[in-house]
C-alpha cells in the first residue's frame, strides 16, 4: 500500500487488512506502556490547510505510538503566507525527509496532485467534499467492534447504516457510503432533497426525506454535521426547520431498536443535528469512534510504511 | 538425525527429526533443568512467543505442575512490532500480547520453537521490558538451529539441530520436521 487516498483506491481488500491490524494495535494501546517502535526514525508531516483538531491530534498521536516522529506544518505561520507554491512547500518538507504526508484540504484533488511532487506515502485527511478514508476505516472499525464482528469482506452484512444530513457535501458520508458497502452493509442516506446527492443511480444506496420512517429500521444512525456555511446557499430554509425534521431527539432516539447504534464523526453541532446528551444513551458509539480512530490510523501509517509488502531499495 | 521410514514414500525432502514422543521427553528433561537451575519455581514466569511459542509454553506449563505440583504462571508475547527487520519483510501483525503480572523481579523464561538468527529474541526482550524488570531473563528453545546474527544463546534446549538456511524447521505437536526449500 502506497497510499490511503480514498476507499475506492485501498478496495475492500485493502479496508479488510487496516482493519485486521487495526485490532492489534488497539491491544497495543491497553498495554501499561501503550508504545512500540514499529516506526523509529521515520517522519510523519502533517499538512492541514484547514481547521481540524480532532484528526490531527488523532494522526500525531497515532504517529508517536509507533514511535515515528512527527511535524506539525502549520500553515498560518508558514511560508505559503510569503507566497511560496504548495509545490515547493511539499518538495522543500520532503526533501526535509518526510515518509508520510497527511493532508487536509478544501480543494477535492490536492492530495493526488502533491503525490506527484513527492516520493512520500499520502493519506488524505479531507479533501473538499470528496473523501476523508480514515475517519470511514474507523466507522467501520467502530461498528464492526461493537458488534462483535470480525474484519472480513463482508462483515457489514446484513446491517443497515441510514447516514443522515447532508450528504451531498460530505466527504464523511462518501467515504463511509463506500467503506459500509463494500463490506456489504446496507446503506440509506437521509436528509432533504436539497441535500441529498442529485443523482445516485451509479451508487449501490437508497435514500429517504424521512427521519422517523428509517428510524425504526436500522443498525446504525450516523449522523452528519450540519455544516452551518451550508445555509449561505439556501440550500435548507433554516437551521430550525432542519432541527425540526432531522434533528435527533430523545423522542426520536427511542424509536430506534435497542441495539441501534448512534454514530457522529464530530464536531457535533448540539441542538442543530443532536438535540440531545448521546452520552445518556449506551447505544452511543460515539466515544467509541474517537478511540478507536487512533488505533486505525496506526493501522494505516503501519500498512504505508511497515508491511513490507514493497521491499525498500 | 533418522529418517522418518513412514515419510520417504511421500516427500524425499522432509526429514521427522524428533517425534511426538520425543517431544515429550525433551519437554520433561527442560522441565527438570528449570527447576534445578532456578531452585524450585519460586518467582518463575513463562512467557511464550507468538505463534510457535505458545503452545510449547502451555505444554512446559502442565508437565511443571505435574513436578512441582503448583501451577506456573504464563503469559504470551507478540513481539512483532518491536522487530529491527520491519519493512524488509511482510509483517502482519495478529497475535495478542497477554502477560498477566508484573513483572519486575521475575524469573522470566522466554519460549519459542525454533532459534535461528536471533532477532526475534532481541525484539522480546526489548517488549518485555515495557512489563517490568525482571531479575532474570532465560531462554528455552525446541530447536536450535544456528546462524546466529546476534549474540544470543539459549538456557534450555530440546535439541541442536545443524541446518543450511534454505531449510525449514517445522515445530509441532507432531514432532519437528527439517523441510527443504522448493526451489523456484
Not at chain 1, 287 to 312: C, K, N, Y
Not at chain 2, 31 to 52: A, C, F
Not at chain 2, 66 to 85: C, M
Not at chain 2, 142 to 147: A, F, L, Q, S, Y
Amino acid at each position: 500500500m502506497k497510499h490511503v487516498r480514498s476507499i475506492s483506491e485501498i478496495g475492500t481488500e485493502g479496508v479488510v487488512r487496516i482493519l485486521r491490524t487495526a485490532r492489534h494495535m488497539e491491544a497495543v494501546n491497553s498495554r501499561p506502556v501503550p508504545k512500540v517502535p514499529a516506526l523509529v526514525g521515520r517522519t510523519v508531516v502533517s499538512l492541514f490547510f484547514e481547521d481540524s483538531t480532532r484528526t490531527r491530534i488523532s494522526f500525531e498521536t497515532a504517529a508517536r505510538r509507533l514511535s515515528a516522529d512527527t511535524v506539525n506544518f502549520s500553515v498560518s505561520t508558514s511560508s505559503l503566507n510569503k507566497g511560496e507554491s504548495l509545490r515547493d512547500t511539499i518538495e522543500t518538507v520532503s526533501a526535509m525527509g518526510a515518509a508520510v504526508f497527511v493532508v487536509r484540504h478544501r480543494t477535492s484533488g490536492v492530495p493526488w496532485q502533491i503525490s506527484e511532487w513527492t516520493d512520500a506515502s499520502i493519506v488524505n485527511a479531507g479533501d473538499g467534499w470528496h473523501q476523508h478514508p480514515t475517519q470511514a476505516l474507523l466507522d467501520c472499525y467502530t461498528v464492526m467492534a461493537r458488534r462483535g464482528l470480525d474484519p472480513s469482506p463482508e462483515c457489514l452484512a446484513g446491517l443497515r447504516i441510514a447516514i443522515v444530513g447532508d450528504s451531498r457535501h460530505s466527504r464523511v458520508a462518501r467515504s463511509c457510503l463506500e467503506a459500509f458497502s463494500g463490506l456489504g452493509a446496507e446503506v440509506v442516506l437521509v436528509g432533504p432533497a436539497t441535500l441529498l446527492p442529485p443523482d445516485t443511480t451509479s451508487w449501490t444506496v437508497s435514500t429517504s426525506t424521512s427521519l422517523d420512517d428509517v428510524l425504526p429500521e436500522v443498525d446504525v444512525v450516523y449522523m452528519l454535521r450540519m455544516q452551518r456555511e451550508r445555509m449561505n446557499e439556501a440550500l435548507v430554509p433554516d437551521l430550525a426547520e432542519y432541527s425540526r425534521r432531522f434533528g435527533l431527539d430523545e423522542t426520536r432516539w427511542s424509536r430506534t431498536r435497542p441495539d441501534t447504534l448512534l454514530m457522529h464523526p464530530g464536531p457535533m453541532n448540539r441542538g442543530v443535528e443532536m438535540m440531545f446528551d448521546p452520552s445518556s444513551t449506551t447505544q452511543s458509539a460515539i466515544i467509541d469512534q474517537v478511540t478507536h480512530g487512533i488505533s486505525v490510523r496506526m493501522a494505516v501509517l503501519f500498512e504505508l510504511l511497515a508491511s513490507g509488502d514493497e521491499v525498500p531499495s | 538425525m533418522t529418517r522418518d521410514p513412514g515419510d520417504t514414500g511421500t516427500n524425499d525432502e522432509s526429514v521427522h527429526v524428533l517425534r511426538s514422543d520425543d517431544l515429550d521427553r525433551a519437554m520433561t528433561r527442560i522441565s527438570h533443568e528449570i527447576i534445578e537451575r532456578n531452585r524450585g519455581l519460586d518467582g518463575v514466569v513463562l512467557i511464550g512467543l507468538q505463534r510457535g511459542g505458545v503452545w510449547l509454553s502451555e505444554r512446559l506449563a502442565t508437565t511443571l505442575e505435574r513436578i512441582d505440583g503448583r501451577p506456573v504462571p504464563r503469559g504470551e508475547l507478540d513481539v512483532s512490532l518491536f522487530r529491527d527487520d520491519i519493512g524488509l519483510r511482510p509483517v502482519t501483525p495478529v497475535a495478542v500480547t497477554r502477560i498477566p503480572i508484573d513483572l519486575t523481579g521475575a524469573r522470566v523464561i522466554v519460549i519459542d520453537d525454533v532459534l535461528y538468527t536471533g532477532r526475534t529474541v532481541r525484539a522480546a526482550l526489548d517488549a518485555l521490558h515495557q512489563y517490568g524488570r525482571p531479575a532474570q531473563v532465560q531462554l528455552a528453545v525446541m530447536v536450535d538451529r544456528g546462524h546466529r546474527e546476534l549474540p544470543i544463546r539459549p538456557d534450555y534446549i530440546g535439541k541442536n539441530l545443524p541446518t543450511s538456511s534454505d531449510e525449514d524447521v517445522v515445530v509441532s505437536p507432531e514432532g519437528v520436521v527439517l523441510r527443504r526449500r522448493a526451489t523456484t
